[in-house]
């Protein structure tokens, strides 16, 4: 009854659906472009309609009161970004424990404009040894959907312009908000 009840809104709303998530176990899904509180909404139904077990990270103050218990039986675990975290190794931690796990969280990690992505799905997907599902929002389109599985090269330079080609003509609700597609540069 969910899964039919969000096609129907994700329809009603103007939004079509193109393609369907990879048949494999465990992977990591990167959500772009993320420039408005809509796309959030937008990809809850697309785990509706797929049935789709899906963990994300959120800020920890938006996990209060009945939200927040919605947030979390959905998927959702709370990460408080003023704190220092080593989020990675525990998600990594968690794709070794578990048979099947789908990670999904938004490289931008805000809906403000960044002149970089933040590089912690990549390194998840890369020491987890997992492939990286790429999903997108094209407002342009009004469309919605999965993009390629790719396996990881470890050459940062490479799998970053991969990202760039599939991304390049991709437009968010806002899309003056959509963040350069690169790493921060380490400072040394």
Same mark, same amino acid.
Do not use: C
């Given at each position: 009854m969910l899964s039919w009840l969000s096609k129907k809104l994700l329809r009603w709303s103007g939004w079509n659906l193109i393609s369907q998530p990879p048949q494999v176990k465990k992977y990591v899904v990167i959500v772009a472009p993320h420039t408005s509180n809509w796309d959030f909404w937008v990809f809850i139904l697309i785990k509706f309609i797929f049935r789709m077990h899906v963990s994300f990270i959120g800020k920890h103050t938006i996990f209060v009161g009945p939200i927040g218990w919605v947030l979390k039986k959905w998927g959702g675990i709370p990460i408080n970004r003023s704190a220092k975290h080593n989020?990675?190794?525990?998600?990594?931690?968690? !794709?070794? #424990?578990?048979?099947?796990? $789908? !990670? *999904?969280?938004?490289?931008? /990690?805000?809906?403000? +404009? #960044?002149?970089?992505?933040k590089s912690g799905f990549y390194y998840i997907a890369l020491n987890a040894n997992v492939p990286l599902q790429l999903c997108y929002i094209d407002s342009k389109t009004k469309s919605? /959907? !999965?993009?390629?599985? $790719?396996?990881?090269?470890?050459? =940062?330079?490479?799998?970053?312009?991969?990202?760039? *080609? +599939?991304? =390049?003509?991709k437009a968010g609700i806002r899309p003056e908000l959509f963040s350069t597609i690169k790493f921060r540069e380490k400072s040394s």
């Open positions: 989020v990675v190794d525990t998600i990594v931690e968690e !794709f070794d #424990k578990r048979d099947e796990l $789908i !990670f *999904a969280l938004s490289p931008e /990690g805000t809906r403000s +404009f #960044k002149d970089h992505w919605v /959907g !999965f993009g390629p599985l $790719i396996t990881l090269t470890g050459d =940062q330079n490479k799998d970053v312009e991969t990202l760039r *080609a +599939f991304y =390049q003509d």
